[in-house]
């Protein structure tokens, strides 16, 4: 079968205090998902369920071996799911324990391409 590409929604997730590449790639994937409706499947393609749908997660962020691929690919409510993950995102200084910088925790940020993909006969 041959596979279309129906939507790509980007999403953007932060971890504002432990660093944890998989919560900030969680909400990523979230943000892309919540701006996304599938009735198009339905609507225009006929479908009556979700079988042939391909949902490939593409995650970028500071430390992508750190990232519970598995955790990501649950946040998604349909589909067969595919995940890689890159460097990428960003870390940016977060708390700072006092007025001269000193003892800042960091900001990891996650982005995330979520593209469904179709099969047609």
């Known amino acids: 079968m041959e596979k279309k590409r129906f939507i790509v929604e980007l999403g953007c997730g932060m971890d504002l205090h432990g660093m944890d590449a998989t919560k900030a790639a969680c909400r990523a994937v979230r943000d892309a998902v919540g701006r996304s409706c599938l009735c198009g499947l339905i609507e225009i393609l006929g479908r009556n369920n ?63 391409a979520v593209t469904v993909f179709v099969e047609i006969a």
Do not use: H, W, Y
């Not at 990232?67 to 998604?76: F, I, N, P, Q």
């Open 50 to 112: 979700f079988e042939g749908v391909l949902i490939d997660v593409l995650v970028a962020c500071p430390f992508p071996e750190q990232v519970d691929s598995a955790r990501v690919l649950a946040e998604l409510p349909v589909g067969t799911p595919g995940i890689r993950t890159v460097q990428g995102g960003m870390l940016t200084k977060g708390i700072c324990v006092n007025e001269f910088g000193e003892g800042c925790s960091s900001i990891l940020v996650a982005n995330a």
